[in-house]
T-cell receptor, first 110, second 110 residues
Framework: KNEVEQSPQNLTAQEGEFITINCSYS?????LHWLQQHPGGGIVSLFM???GKKKHGRLIATINIQEKHSSLHITASHPRDSAVYIC????????????FGEGTQLTVNP | KAGVTQTPRYLIKTRGQQVTLSCSPI?????VSWYQQTPGQGLQFLFE???????NKGNFPGRFSGRQFSNSRSEMNVSTLELGDSALYLC?????????FGSGTRLTVV
C-alpha cells in the first residue's frame, strides 16, 4: 500500500462545479503539500499545511492530522484549472524528502 | 526574485551514454532535492543535498549520483543510460518547510 493515496485518479467537471480531491497518508508528517502540474511538466506549490485550513482565491485546502487526511477544494471551477493535482507529504524523519500521491488528473469543460 | 533554474530543458541521449543535469536553487536556499517523474512510477525521490552534503537518498541504482557546490547549485549525473531512464527530472529548492520546483529537464534515451 502506498504511503500517500489520492482519489479520484481522474475527474471531469463542468465549468462552475465544486471540486474535491482527497489525500490520505499513513506516516507521521511535518507538512503536507498540494501541488499543481500543467502539461509541459512545471510544478507549482499551491499549499503547505501542517494543521487546519488555508484558502487562496477559489482554492481551499484542509488537513485533519488525527485522521491523516487532507482535501483540496476548488470552488467555481474553470477550464484553466485543468491540470494534475498532486498531494505530497514531508515525513517527520526524512529531511526535505517528499513522498507523493499518484496525482489527480482534473479536466474542467466549458 | 529568480526561481529555480534547471538546465537543459530537453535532452536526447543514446543508451550507454552519461548525462549531467543542473539545478540552480533560489538564492539563500541551501537544500536541493531531485525527483524523477515517469508515467508508470509517478514522482519518486532521488536524493537531497544540504550544504554540500547528501542528506537523503532514494531507492535508485548507483548509476544515479549527485553533488552540491558551495553556492548551493546542484548537479545530478546518470551514467550508462538505459531506456527506462527516460523521464522528467525535477529539482526543488527548499527553505524551512516550503518548496519551489524548477521546470524540469525532460530526458529521452534512445
Amino acid at each position: 500500500k502506498n504511503e500517500v493515496e489520492q482519489s479520484p485518479q481522474n475527474l471531469t467537471a463542468q465549468e462552475g462545479e465544486f471540486i474535491t480531491i482527497n489525500c490520505s497518508y499513513s506516516v507521521g508528517i511535518s507538512a503536507l503539500h498540494w501541488l499543481q502540474q500543467h502539461p509541459g511538466g512545471g510544478i507549482v506549490s499551491l499549499f503547505m499545511l501542517s494543521s487546519g485550513k488555508k484558502k487562496h482565491g477559489r482554492l481551499i485546502a484542509t488537513i485533519n492530522i488525527q485522521e491523516k487526511h487532507s482535501s483540496l477544494h476548488i470552488t467555481a471551477s474553470h477550464p484553466r484549472d485543468s491540470a494534475v493535482y498532486i498531494c505530497a507529504v514531508r515525513r517527520e524523519t526524512s529531511g526535505s524528502r517528499l513522498t507523493f500521491g499518484e496525482g489527480t488528473q482534473l479536466t474542467v469543460n466549458p | 526574485k529568480a526561481g529555480v533554474t534547471q538546465t537543459p530543458r530537453y535532452l536526447i541521449k543514446t543508451r550507454g551514454q552519461q548525462v549531467t543535469l543542473s539545478c540552480s536553487p533560489i538564492s539563500g536556499h541551501r537544500s536541493v532535492s531531485w525527483y524523477q517523474q515517469t508515467p508508470g512510477q509517478g514522482l519518486q525521490f532521488l536524493f537531497e543535498y544540504f550544504s554540500e552534503t547528501q542528506r537523503n537518498k532514494g531507492n535508485f541504482p548507483g548509476r544515479f549520483s549527485g553533488r552540491q557546490f558551495s553556492n548551493s547549485r546542484s548537479e545530478m549525473n546518470v551514467s550508462t543510460l538505459e531506456l527506462g531512464d527516460s523521464a522528467l527530472y525535477l529539482c526543488a529548492s527548499s527553505y524551512g518547510l516550503g518548496y519551489t520546483f524548477g521546470s524540469g529537464t525532460r530526458l529521452t534515451v534512445v
